[in-house]
């Protein structure tokens, strides 16, 4: 059984930053693409950034380059998002997603939800001005 569990949400001021975890479980974790997307009210869900955990290629959305960074820890099994400079349009309910298929690299590119079948539950980050 695959399990993604994400933590590390919270309530920020702009400016802030926070460290998102997506634990794995239940698969090789280091032969798939995984992402992590973000969803606010209203809104559809958007990709913020993509890593194939057997490499570190990864992708950033533009709105988030040079303000989150990828890492993963391959003994723990843990996919991190470290986001600094959060502003208030980063407010959003945050998924971490694992590909379907193992040994593929990630699509070149913005990562589609499509292409993700597992899915953690979210952890919430809201960013105040």
């Known amino acids: 059984q695959v399990y993604l569990v994400e933590s590390g949400g919270g309530s920020v001021q702009a400016g802030g930053s926070l460290r998102l975890s997506c634990a794995a479980s239940?698969?090789?974790?280091?032969?798939?693409?995984m992402a992590w997307f973000r969803q606010a009210p209203g809104k559809e869900r958007e990709a913020v950034a993509s890593?194939?955990?057997?490499?570190?290629?990864?992708f950033y959305a533009d709105s988030v380059k040079g303000r989150f960074t990828l890492s993963q820890d391959n003994v723990k099994n843990i996919l991190y998002l470290q986001m600094d400079n959060l502003q208030p349009e980063d407010t959003a309910m945050y998924y971490c997603?694992?590909?379907?298929?193992?040994?593929?690299?990630?699509?070149?590119?913005?990562?589609?939800?499509?292409?993700?079948?597992?899915w953690g539950q979210g952890t919430q980050v809201t960013v105040s001005a």
């Open positions: 239940g698969y090789t974790f280091t032969i798939f693409c």
């Open positions: 890593v194939y955990t057997g490499t570190g290629s990864s």
């Open positions: 997603a694992r590909q379907l298929i193992g040994g593929k690299s990630c699509r070149a590119g913005s990562p589609a939800p499509s292409d993700f079948t597992q």
